[in-house]
């Protein structure tokens, strides 16, 4: 069974940073791409970040210049690095990978950023 792991998540302070990493586990073959999404109640999930198997990157524009998606070339990982981070940046954020048809997601960690 596919699994990807968040973590990293908590509690900062506005202008505080946090760095969030996915893992995935029981897929033999790398993929394709990996994304992170958030969500807060009330709001659709939507795409914070996202890198392509080539390394090309994606950002809402929220984020440009603020978060930094990083993928490790050997595994299945992918990083979230957020600095600067607002009270609007508060959700839980969701990793995502897909290969193929087929798209995974992880259970999804808790970034809370008070002012």
């Known amino acids: 069974q596919v699994q990807l792991v968040e973590s990293g998540g908590g509690a900062v302070q506005a202008g505080g940073s946090l760095r969030l990493s996915c893992v995935a586990s029981?897929?033999?073959?790398?993929?394709?791409?990996m994304a992170w999404y958030r969500q807060t109640p009330g709001k659709q999930r939507e795409l914070v970040a996202a890198?392509?198997?080539?390394?090309?990157?994606n950002y809402s524009d929220s984020v440009k210049g603020r978060f930094t998606i990083s993928r490790d070339n050997t595994k299945n990982m992918v990083h979230l690095q957020m600095a600067s981070l607002n009270v609007e940046d508060t959700g839980v954020y969701y990793c995502?990978?897909?290969?193929?048809?087929?798209?995974?997601w992880g259970q999804g960690t808790q970034v809370t950023v008070s002012p």
């Open positions: 995502k990978g897909a290969r193929g048809i087929y798209n995974y």
């Open positions: 029981g897929i033999s073959d790398r993929l394709y791409s």
């Open positions: 890198s392509t198997n080539s390394g090309a990157t």
